[in-house]
């Protein structure tokens, strides 16, 4: 099997679980304007833009030689159920002989999920599985704990020297065999953000944003403008609502513990969505109403084009955005989408923060 996923966020942890397992891995290019232009072309004009870029990253891994395909499923009333059996659809119609490997949360369809398992296993032991399993995990937790630390302090510093140490880290990661390389790794990565020099701000100037959405927009920077990068640039912190360790714990984990956190932010959404919707929608509201309690100055949702949950959660953002007089900015993401537009949106939405924590200082 020559294996290939989806890009999301950091592509390593996929490729790193299928090469330890012994599988021949396609690891595809970064989604660029090509993938994009590729996966618009071959989409239904309706689909949402995530299902497009994907398709694209398939299209280009596929000319790679890439000829299996594994990826996750979708719940709840959203089109992400049916991403795979849509893209295999259009994959074959176009002539490509590909095999599709659909990971669905496995208590939805224990069978299955074991089935697909044992076709990813191949001839390893369980226990090699297990370990593998393991390794990755611990290197998703690790990579998530160290970006986070990234996306804090890079809005202070005084060189440019954050983005380009964090590619370099990422590469340490991509080596890792075991778990213990993997401490190793986090220890030095610690190390070397907490020597980069950072420009003191005072603390009642600093400003937090916390980025909801849909998972695939608010995860992939290279189609949502690289949205962390730029408002750290601005010199605000930024922590998504997304993280793929977090994920895994609530969609693969069949343990409450691993579960707690996420459905504390399902519950503190659930005063404006009821119930689940599809997508993430309840979670980006839940999410935004935690950055809120959390202190955070402001929010920025990301949602892309035809998309219906976060159409959804976006008509409850202005009745959040009034009750708690609380800035809120949404961003459509699409082909279409212009950075000098998101910009000048981001800046003025940054200036309108500022103002408001300037109008507190002096009020108090
Ligand atoms: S959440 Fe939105 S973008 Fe994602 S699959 Fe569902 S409809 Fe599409």
Redo the contacts with the bound molecule.
């Keep these: 099997m020559k294996i290939t996923f989806p890009y999301m966020g950091s592509p390593y942890m996929y490729e790193k679980l299928f090469s330890l397992l012994g599988h021949e891995v396609i690891t595809p290019p970064r989604p660029s304007q090509r993938t994009i232009n590729y996966g618009v072309k071959y989409s239904p004009e309706f689909a949402?833009?995530?299902?497009k870029v994907i398709l694209g990253t398939y299209l280009e891994a596929l000319e790679l030689g890439a000829d299996t395909i594994v990826t996750s499923g979708?719940n709840g009333p959203?089109?992400?159920g049916y991403?795979g059996e849509a893209q295999k659809k259009i994959l074959q119609n176009m002539g490509y002989d590909v095999e599709f490997i659909i990971f669905d949360e496995p208590k939805r369809d224990w069978k299955t999920f074991l089935e697909n398992v044992k076709k990813i296993k191949g001839n390893n032991s369980w226990r090699q599985v297990i370990k593998t399993v393991k390794i990755v995990y611990d290197m998703a937790k690790s990579m998530d704990k160290v970006e986070k630390i990234v996306e804090t302090k890079r809005a202070y510093e005084c060189n440019k020297e954050f983005t380009k140490v964090w590619h370099e880290i990422t590469e340490e990661y991509r080596k890792i065999e075991s778990s213990e390389d993997v401490k190793r790794v986090e220890k030095k990565a610690i190390e070397r953000l907490n020597s980069i020099k950072i420009c003191e701000v005072p603390e009642e100037e600093k400003i937090k944003i916390g980025i909801v959405g849909?998972i695939?927009v608010v995860m992939e920077p290279s189609i949502n403008g690289n949205i962390e990068e730029v408002l750290n640039a601005y010199g605000a912190e930024v922590e998504r609502s997304h993280y793929i360790s977090e994920w895994i714990d609530f969609n693969l984990i069949p343990l409450p513990f691993y579960k707690e956190k996420e459905h504390q932010i399902l519950k503190k959404g659930e005063k404006y969505i009821e119930i689940i919707i599809?997508?993430?929608a309840k979670q980006s509201v839940g999410a935004i109403i935690d950055f809120m309690e959390r202190g955070f100055d402001g929010v920025i949702h990301l949602k892309?084009f035809?998309?219906?949950?976060?159409l959804v959660s976006q008509s409850v953002i202005d009745k959040i955005m009034r009750e708690y007089d609380y800035p809120i900015l949404s961003l459509s993401v699409d082909e279409q989408m212009a950075i000098a537009n998101v910009l000048t949106r981001i800046e003025a939405f940054l200036d309108v923060i500022k103002l408001k924590k300037h109008r507190k200082r002096i009020a108090r």
């Excluded at 949402?48 to 299902?51: A, E, G, T, V």
């Excluded at 035809?306 to 976060?310: I, K, M, Q, V, Y």
């Design positions: 949402c833009f995530p299902l979708g959203c089109r992400a991403y849909e695939y599809g997508g993430h892309p035809g998309c219906l949950p976060e």
